[in-house]
């Protein structure tokens, strides 16, 4: 906003101007009219309206840069006209300086070619004149035309870098903090998958068994120590991986892929008593050679097919298919299993009435897509089919 509710600083300009006029009073006071050849014989009073215009025209240099060098450029050609006074000469560069500074870009440029050209115009024309010591003549037109043009143009331009150097900072600030959020979502996005998968998973094994033994007609002794064993695997289980979490939270230098690598793929057969010992049984093949995986992806594939083993105790048949894919470049996994009504399973009858967050398939999609994977889940042929392939550099 120009003007001086824009820049915060009308009482500074008007002291200037006040110092100017005073100083050119001052100046008055001792008598300094150079009174050239040209000066009319006019009391020196006169000179007076000259220094008190070119002394506003300071004190506009931020509301009306043009208006001030306008009345300012007036009020030299009068003083000029009138014989000169050191005062008005001298307040008259303090404009030309103001203007170059707060000025705009093309008044900036003119006010430099103009003074420029008068400064080398007077000195050719007083070689021509004088000869060479006509050359004195351009002088004054340089020390109070081209100084103080070129000396507000290069504070202006220093005030211009500095204004970009810090808009660029704060545009870097503004980077650093968006990517500080970010980073800060894609944790809070990794900890929600983990606690998922460790309460989900562990958290639908209990609730089925507490439902079965609700559901047994009388007291089924057998029946209920077999579902309270299953409740009291899956809530130790989920116990412990829930500590590993919660350390991480503590301890956050903690490599969190390292602190969760007590699950791996090669416990599956732990994960597959649970699941069977749950009600749900689970036909497994491994293909290619067993080797030691990336800690991300050893753990990524063990959750996938936890969470996938998962859906299908609670909306399947009673049944899946585990197939594990050791590939060079990959790890491949697919859990297929029927889906619907109808089964013989206890636990799908018991399971349909389970709530779903509808976050496991999310997170799985995200837990491939982290890895640079691939990962697809849907139906197909009447079976729910989750494959996920998540890359595991070259064969070790």
């Known amino acids: 906003m120009p003007g001086w509710a824009g820049s915060g600083r009308p009482g500074r300009d008007l002291a200037l101007a006040g110092a100017s006029l005073i100083g050119g009073l001052a100046v008055w006071g001792a008598g300094l009219q150079p009174q050239f050849p040209w000066a009319p014989d006019v009391p020196r009073v006169c000179f007076l309206l000259p220094l008190l215009a070119v002394s506003v025209a300071v004190g506009l240099r931020r509301v009306a840069t043009r208006t001030g060098l306008a009345v300012g450029t007036g009020a030299v050609l009068a003083d000029a006209a009138l014989g000169v006074s050191v005062g008005s000469t001298v307040i008259y560069t303090q404009v030309l300086y103001d203007t170059c500074v707060y000025g705009p870009p093309p008044l900036r440029r003119w006010l430099l070619r103009v003074t420029v050209g008068l400064s080398v115009g007077s000195t050719a024309l007083g070689l021509l004149v004088w000869g060479f010591r006509g050359a004195a003549v351009g002088v004054p037109f340089a020390l109070l035309g081209v100084l103080p043009v070129v000396t507000g143009v290069s504070v202006r331009q220093y005030r ?16 650093v903090e968006l990517d500080r959020r970010q980073a800060v979502l894609a944790e809070r996005a990794r900890m929600a998958r983990e606690l998922h998968d460790v309460v989900a998973n562990h958290l639908s094994a209990v609730a089925l068994h507490a439902t079965a033994v609700l559901a047994a007609p009388g007291l089924d002794r057998p029946r209920v120590d077999a579902a309270l064993r299953v409740i009291r695997e899956s809530s130790v289980q989920g116990m412990a991986e829930m500590r590993q979490v ?7 230098s903690v490599d ?14 732990q994960l597959l008593d649970r699941m069977a010992a749950a009600g749900l ?8 050679r067993s080797r030691e995986l990336p800690v991300g992806v050893d753990l990524a594939a063990y959750r996938i097919v936890q969470e996938s083993l998962t859906n299908a105790l609670r909306h399947g048949r009673g049944t899946a298919e585990l197939t594990v894919a050791y590939r ?3 790890v491949v996994v697919t859990v297929e299993n029927p889906v619907g009504s109808g089964g013989a399973g206890a636990s799908a009858a018991v399971g349909a009435g389970l709530p779903g967050g509808g976050a496991g398939l999310i997170g799985m999609r995200e837990r491939a897509t982290l890895l640079d994977g691939q990962f697809t889940g849907g139906l197909r042929d009447g079976c729910w089919r989750v494959r996920a392939a998540l890359p595991t550099g070259a064969s070790g």
């Open 160 to 175: 211009d870098q500095a204004s970009a150097e810090r808009a660029r900072a704060e545009q870097t600030a503004r980077l």
């Open 246 to 252: 919660i350390g991480f939270l503590r301890e956050p």
């Open 256 to 269: 969190p892929a390292q602190e969760a690598t007590r699950v791996r793929l090669d416990e599956l057969d």
């Open 281 to 288: 049984r689970v036909r497994t093949t491994v293909e290619g």
């Open 328 to 330: 060079p470049t990959e």
